[in-house]
């Protein structure tokens, strides 16, 4: 099993920065793809962006605009978002995948970008 503690969201104001961090714990030493998926309300959780050896993937919503990034020695994975609009306010969880353990999901942090 994989824990996920996820940390960084807030409030900001549109054109801001925020920095999403994700440790993993437990069962980690198969861990193929880390990534964030977002949910709004009414709507369906939506991949924001992944990274599998070295390869990485972004939704064209976030691209020029957010980064992940991995740091496998501490087994946690960051997203810098920049120049946040409204539309990217959700709650924004951290996803782990891993041969032994399948797909795990941290609790969430909200992320709102109001004025």
């Known amino acids: 099993q994989v824990q996920l503690v996820e940390s960084g969201g807030g409030l900001v104001q549109p054109g801001g920065s925020l920095r999403l961090s994700c440790v993993a714990s437990?069962?980690?030493?198969?861990?193929?793809?880390m990534g964030w998926y977002r949910q709004a309300p009414g709507k369906r959780r939506e991949l924001v962006a992944d990274?599998?050896?070295?390869?990485?993937n972004y939704a064209d919503s976030v691209k020029g605009r957010f980064t992940i990034s991995r740091d496998n020695a501490k087994n946690t994975v960051y997203l810098q978002m920049n120049s946040l609009k409204p539309e990217d306010t959700a709650v924004y969880y951290c996803?782990?995948?891993?041969?032994?353990?399948?797909?795990?999901w941290g609790q969430g942090t909200q992320v709102t970008v109001s004025s």
């Open positions: 437990g069962r980690v030493s198969s861990i193929y793809n």
């Open positions: 996803n782990v995948r891993t041969v032994v353990s399948g797909w795990s």
């Open positions: 990274t599998s050896g070295g390869t990485t």
